[in-house]
């Protein structure tokens, strides 16, 4: 089993910015690629930045691209994700999920319990 710990979210104005971290433990050594996705009320979970753990390889939604970076600190077992120049549109429940396969879209094994992100207009 896998264990992810999500930190760092909270309320921020339109146009700042959040760092959320996502802490692992457990069976690390099994995940191939660690992301995040999130959840606004009354919408559908959707991917949000992926990365391949080994390699550092990075994807992102569209919706996010050039605003938020996701990275890696493979000693600490960490993922992050920067948030600049947030939009309301961006609130929601952020959820880092870990996979054991080799498609950063879909069949996420493990999920953290969220942690949500406001932001205010």
């Known amino acids: 089993q896998m264990q992810l710990v999500e930190s760092g979210g909270g309320l921020v104005q339109a146009g700042g910015s959040l760092r959320l971290s996502c802490a692992a433990s457990?069976?690390?050594?099994?995940?191939?690629?660690r992301g995040w996705f999130r959840q606004a009320p009354g919408k559908k979970r959707e991917f949000v930045a992926a990365v391949y753990w080994a390699g550092g390889t990075t994807y992102y939604a569209d919706s996010v691209k050039g605003r938020f970076t996701i990275s890696r600190d493979n000693a600490k077992n960490t993922l992050y994700l920067q948030m600049n120049n947030l939009e309301p549109e961006d609130t929601a429940v952020y959820y880092c999920?870990?996979?054991?396969?080799?498609?950063?879209?879909?069949?996420?094994?493990?999920w953290g319990q969220g942690t949500q992100v406001t932001v205010s207009s």
């Open positions: 457990g069976r690390t050594f099994s995940s191939y690629i």
């Open positions: 999920a870990a996979s054991t396969g080799l498609d950063y879209t879909r069949g996420y094994n493990y």
